[in-house]
């Protein structure tokens, strides 16, 4: 039967020609935009080096407070201080390691001696850092807490940060002194280049952040900082959310006298909410994100299965009397639907095949447009997309389950209807 | 004994504005291993009247039993399994399927039945087709033979289930003379040596002749 569905499909290609070429097209361009809105908000979670371990990694991102004055609406929020993400989120149970970051873009200056200055996205970070994420090192090593306690001025760049600046290789690098921001710094490790999709941890100058930083304000609550935290294995994101929010109650009572309190916003976030976290004063509403993708994921399949259900209508239609053959000898009428699916699907798997291969192609050379203002909202520093993000499982799935939806939507009710057409009917066509 | 019983049977097709009387109180009994051909004028309901023996299509009123089992209150599916099992069919115009060789044509029935291997199919297959004379011609296309060949291959594809009933509607009637006494010597043959109930719709008298009995329809009637 699987050869004859194989036949059949072939058949009716060569026979109508423009037809399939149709279908096939449609199908196509429709799993190629689908596939590329699928990758795109795929990224957003999916492990890529350096957050290898999006799947337990937690954030604790912003600091938002409001008055508690009656007929007094005024808010603050902004990243977090120093001092409130060691007190929110330091040492939770259930965590292996956390880090504070600091979150924002930041470019600045970095020249070597001699040399043009270039403009790269710098992002001064805690010793704990290079544990939370897995930024690979090419040369040297990366800064500990001995380092930064000294007070030592010291970087790593990326290596494409060591070709632009100091135009030689990661090994000859080290030990090199850089102007970071006319500071002068020395660099004791190179790390290999990494993605701007991997917004917190994506970086071509690190540094540490200093013992004596002055980056808080408002009675240092509220500064620049981020803090990224691994959970354990077994622990659980609601039992890490539970310990935080205790102690935003406890933050609050501390507040009692600013006429002040802190907004919760659900934090610690995961992955998910991290990405669609839209601002400091707001809770990442990760349910409406998923229903307005899953709303343009229809739309995109809809629209080009209501357009192929007519061809699949007409197709059919010169079909009537080979269905009536098959139900004179003893096809039920589910079984001619199976069949039509069947053979459709056939189509429908090949046009799909064809717009996976398109959005892979075009994710892999377009990247800079596709995922454009993605971690990077200069668009200056190139994606650098991992192969991973085109190349997974979760990618082929949704493929081949969108050419069956495809399929159901486009021949579905052609194949029902063919099916009802009473036998001595269609033998008479 | 009987093996299609016809009581009472009358078929009317409706449509918004007409009411059609295609058959009117038809009583039939075919035995087992007998030859038939049904005759009569065009319209007279010879076509509807094979249909319902068919179990392609339901009477209006009256009831159908094929080889002593009454049909009318069988389902679709139950309808489906018992023409896969017991019933051949071989068309005017063949309805040979135009993508599938020889071969997957007359291995079609067999596909729609439970429990047949892929290797008992086709020795089946095999056998019916050199039975009706086409090894030569198993893979070609349909488009590749003569209107004879087609209706050998329709021939094969009835018989490869070992149907016990076969319906022919005018199955000679697209061929010219010399192909037609070839079919008809065919279906004949299946009907002598194998024992095979045939029921045949002709307008061919002579072909009427060369059958047991001559069923005659008038105007929804059976005559004789």
């Not at chain 1, 000898?329 to 095949?353: D, H, S, W």
């Amino acid at each position: 039967m699987k050869s004859n569905i194989l036949k059949q499909t072939l058949y009716d290609m060569k026979r109508q020609p423009v037809t399939a070429a149709v279908t096939l097209i449609g199908t196509a361009l429709a799993i190629f935009l689908m596939m590329t809105v699928m990758m795109i908000n795929d990224v957003k979670t999916m492990p890529l080096t350096p957050e290898s371990n999006r799947d337990r990694i937690l954030y604790g991102m912003n600091m938002h407070t409001v008055s508690t004055e009656d007929g007094n609406n005024s808010n603050s929020s902004s990243r977090l201080s120093v001092k409130s993400a060691t007190e929110l989120y330091g040492d939770l149970e259930g965590i292996s390691v956390w880090s504070i970051y600091c979150d924002d873009n930041n470019n600045i200056d970095v020249q070597a001696t001699g040399k043009t200055p270039a403009v790269l996205f710098s992002r001064m970070t805690d010793d704990k850092f290079w544990q939370v994420f897995d930024h690979k090192f090419v040369a040297g090593r990366p800064y500990d807490k001995a380092t930064i306690d000294a007070g030592d001025n010291v970087v790593v760049l990326s290596e494409g940060a060591v070709r632009e600046v100091l135009e030689c290789t990661p090994e000859e690098a080290i030990g090199q002194t850089v102007k970071v921001g006319q500071k002068p710094k020395t660099v004791i490790g190179v790390v290999k280049d990494n993605t701007p999709l991997a917004s917190h941890a994506f970086g071509e100058v690190f540094m540490p952040i200093p013992k004596d930083n002055n980056m808080s304000w408002d009675d240092d609550y509220f500064g620049s900082v981020s803090v990224a935290m691994l959970m354990e294995d077994g622990a659980t994101y609601d039992q890490i959310k539970k310990q935080v929010k205790a102690r935003y109650a406890e933050l609050e009572n501390n507040m009692k006298a600013t006429n002040r309190k802190p907004v919760y916003h659900e934090q610690p976030y995961d992955q998910l909410a991290a990405s669609n976290a839209m601002g400091s004063n707001t809770t990442p509403d990760t349910e409406s994100e998923k229903k307005k993708t899953l709303m343009l994921i229809l739309i995109l399949l809809l629209v080009p299965a209501i357009n192929m259900s007519a061809l699949t209508q007409s197709r059919l239609k010169h079909r009537t009397a080979e269905i009536g053959v098959k139900r004179a000898y003893g096809a039920t009428k589910g079984r001619i639907v199976l069949e039509l699916l069947a053979e459709n699907f056939v189509v429908t798997l090949a046009g799909g095949i064809a717009g996976l291969l398109l959005s892979m192609i075009g994710a892999w050379l377009l990247s800079d447009t596709f995922f454009a203002g993605m971690g990077d909202p200069s668009n200056r520093v190139d994606i650098n997309l991992p192969i991973n993000a085109i190349l997974n499982w979760k990618i082929f799935f949704w493929a081949v389950a969108s050419c069956f939806v495809l399929n159901l939507l486009s021949a579905g009710i052609p194949a029902w209807r063919a099916s009802r057409v009473h036998p001595v009917e269609a033998l008479r066509k | 004994m009987n093996i299609i019983e016809l009581n009472s049977v009358g078929k009317v097709y409706r449509t918004n504005t007409v009411e059609t009387l295609a058959l009117e109180n038809v009583n039939i009994q075919i035995a087992k291993g007998e030859f038939v051909s049904i005759m009569g004028p065009s319209g007279c309901g010879k076509s509807t009247l094979l249909n319902v023996m068919g179990l392609l299509d339901r009477p209006s009123s009256g009831t159908v039993e094929i080889d002593g089992k009454p049909t009318a209150n069988l389902s679709d599916k139950a309808l489906s399994a018992l023409r896969n099992a017991k019933l051949g069919f071989v068309f005017q115009s063949f309805h040979l399927i135009p993508s599938l060789s020889v071969t997957d044509n007359v291995e079609l029935p067999l596909m729609y039945r439970q429990g047949t291997s892929d290797k008992e199919r086709k020795a089946r297959v095999r056998e019916v087709i050199e039975r009706v004379g086409l090894s030569h011609r198993m893979g070609h296309m349909p488009t590749q033979l003569s209107g004879g060949q087609c209706q050998r291959v329709a021939i094969a594809r009835a018989i490869v289930g070992n149907p016990e009933i076969i319906f022919a509607d005018e199955p000679t009637g697209n061929l010219d003379s010399h192909m037609s006494a070839e079919i008809m010597d065919l279906l004949k043959k299946l009907n002598k040596e194998d024992g095979r109930t045939i029921v045949m719709v002709t307008h061919n008298e002579l072909q009427g002749k060369e059958t047991d009995r001559i069923i005659r329809m008038f105007d929804g009637h059976c005559l004789s």
